[in-house]
């Protein structure tokens, strides 16, 4: 992640949030000596500051009703807590519901995943 410009998350909704092996795996990334820096004084400097992130979440619920019932809750504690906090600019969100959808609808978003890759946002 040091050398990365740009960081792209992408995760199936399991029971309301990410995986907990992403979470763990996070949790042992975003840590003091490799995102943060305590520093001598007490404030913390951000390691990764100047980078940009993208959250793509995948779920069987279709996407506004997570968006708006469920207020996207995973990918803002995602953004606020741990990559805002790290340095990390404000994330970029995706939000891809009822993926039992029909091929059609899953062509479409395997089309737009992909230009969101090709333009690195």
Known sequence: MRWADHLLILYPLWLGDMPALLKAFLEQVMRPGFAIDEGSAG???KLLS?????????MG???PFYRFFYRAHSLK???RNILRAVGFDSARYSIIGSVEASAPAREAWLRSVALLGDAAR
């Open 77 to 79: 504690s995602l953004d």
């Open 50 to 58: 100047g980078r940009s992130a993208r959250i793509i979440v995948t």
């Open 43 to 45: 404030a913390e400097a």
């Open 61 to 63: 619920m279709p996407a």
